[in-house]
């Protein structure tokens, strides 16, 4: 599950914790003269960039707030404090390694200042050096045991080192300290969520609503729960109210899209995707799920827009040129859905799915020779797929080698039994070769496994006029256009068995009507 972690520069724990001293008033750190200016006038200047600083960071002005710690720096080099609010603020602008040059200064300057040590490992943490940032959160909880930022670091660290359980105990120690605060028990959920202790997550998640209704991220996160539990319309429900409450983030609108494509809304759905890659252009997933949902929905030239920006995004996935090959399969397009099957059999050469997939692409274009290619080079690995046995069976029909096609169609329907199309093409090849009894035993078999198969019906029927099994073939006639009201075929057929069978008036209609 994607769990957001929310970024330092967005966390205003971390900026009430940091700047707390500077909201109650001057920085209190030890100062030092510049030469030739007394240190009462070095005091006011620091103390008045300190003021500016701050309502720089109110307006959220990173960058001007960072020109005036720059200057507290340059006026009071020796202090530890500065140092560190100064990293924060670089940190913040992304910045990581001019920050990580000042919490080391500020660790040189005062070694058990347990503040620089947390900040330190978050951006070593954002910089991947986990290691290191190990080091730095453990010393961080040695000097400062009782301070749940240390452990919420030390727990974030943990995560990254896919440590879950000690991450999750770090975390709830953080959330015994400060229990009032939303965003300990956001990320405490968001730790069990990922060690799918789901129903611990949903309430923390929870706690965090009840602390702060307005909080999209649990809204979201605790919308993604629900989704994995199955539990849809709360899961709408906790989505809608991140999308509301924070309508440009993009994960919100492509979680919402699943919940509501389980419900069976599927417009809804793209909608929620659409606005999801028009917010995240470069987010992957996004597209192949626009590109399946409008598959489904009959939009075969939008999936195929939507499949290319995936392969663009994607080159090296497998999955996502097999996607567009099937959507442009689907348009009619062979000759350019080929290399998209041969691009994904280059990265994983052994997937039947993609060869198959190219077999298909090679019988759209009547490359029959090349068809059979595929399917059998697909066979030697996977010599049990019924799938592709029929395939074989059916690129073998179309090139009028009817007995390899039937001894291929006849593997088929012993690998797999339940799959009337198998049957259903055995019984018109039987009838090609005259072959009827064996033909309507293969055209019954396909009408087993799928009752409202009415090209099945309509073909049984005809099966049995040529049999002179003429009731029966008006029963079966019947079915299908009972199935299919507009089978202009069946009904033409019908109309030709009851005048064999003496009805003019009744030939008559179904003559009409086909």
Same mark, same amino acid.
């Given at each position: 599950? &994607? ?85 924060? +603020? ?158 440009? +983030? ?241 009904? &033409? ?22």
């Amino acid at each position: 599950m &994607t769990i957001v972690r929310p970024g330092i520069s967005n966390s205003m724990a971390s900026f009430r914790r940091l700047f707390g001293i500077l909201l109650l008033g001057s920085l209190p750190v030890t100062l030092f003269a510049q030469a030739g200016k007394p240190k009462e006038i070095v005091d006011k200047q620091v103390a008045s960039l300190n003021r500016q600083g701050k309502a720089a960071l109110k307006r959220g002005d990173l960058g001007t707030a960072g020109v005036y710690f720059e200057k507290v720096v340059r006026l009071s080099p020796r202090s530890a404090e500065a140092h560190n609010t100064l990293g924060w +603020v670089l940190l913040s602008q992304n910045q990581p390694d001019a920050a990580i040059s000042h919490f080391r200064r500020a660790l040189e300057l005062r070694p058990n200042f347990a503040q620089a040590h947390t900040n330190l490992a978050s951006t070593l943490v954002q910089k991947g050096d986990i290691d290191a940032a190990l080091g730095e959160g453990r010393e961080a909880v040695r000097l400062a045991p009782r301070d749940a930022e240390a452990h919420r670091t030390l727990g974030r660290v943990l995560s990254f080192r896919e440590d879950l359980e000690g991450a999750s105990q770090e975390l709830k120690r953080a959330v015994e300290l400060e229990p009032q605060r939303a965003d300990l028990h956001d990320e405490l959920g968001s730790v069990l969520a990922q060690r799918s202790s789901l129903d611990e997550a949903a309430g923390e998640f929870s706690q965090a609503l009840r602390l702060q209704p307005e909080s999209a991220q649990a809204h979201l996160h605790l919308g993604v729960v629900r989704l994995q539990q199955k539990l849809f319309e709360d899961a709408v429900h906790h989505l809608r109210e991140a999308v509301r409450s924070a309508p440009n +983030v993009g994960q919100s609108h492509y979680y919402l899209s699943q919940a509501l494509e389980q419900q069976g809304k599927r417009d809804d759905a793209i909608r929620e995707l659409q606005a999801c890659v028009k917010l995240q252009p470069d987010f992957a997933p996004a597209h192949t799920q626009l590109g399946l949902l409008l598959q489904r929905a009959g939009d075969a030239d939008g999936a195929v827009t939507a499949y290319r920006r995936a392969v663009q995004l994607q080159p090296d996935n497998p999955d996502t040129h097999n996607n567009l090959g099937l959507a442009l399969i689907q348009i009619g397009d062979a000759t350019d859905s080929i290399p998209e099957f041969e691009a994904a059999l280059r990265l994983r050469p052994e997937d039947t799915g993609y060869r198959g997939n190219l077999g298909t692409a090679y019988v759209q274009k009547a490359d029959f020779d090349a068809a059979i290619t595929q399917f059998q080079a697909a066979l030697k690995i996977a010599p049990e797929d019924a799938t592709l046995h029929y395939n074989l069976g059916l690129a073998f029909k179309l090139k009028d080698k009817l007995s390899e096609a039937i001894a291929e169609l006849q593997r088929a329907a012993g690998l797999d039994p339940t799959q009337a199309d198998i049957h259903y093409t055995l019984g018109v090849t039987f009838w090609q070769q005259g072959e009827f009894a064996k033909s309507e035993d293969e055209l019954r078999a396909a009408i087993h496994a799928k009752p409202d198969y009415a090209e099945a019906h309509y073909t049984l029927g005809t099966v049995l006029k040529q049999e002179g099994k003429l009731q029966e073939s008006v029963a079966a006639l019947r079915e299908a256009i009972r199935l299919q009201h507009d089978f202009a075929g069946a009904h &033409t057929t019908l109309a030709a068995v009851l005048r064999q069978l003496g009805d003019p008036a009744g030939a008559a209609t179904e003559s009409r009507l086909g």
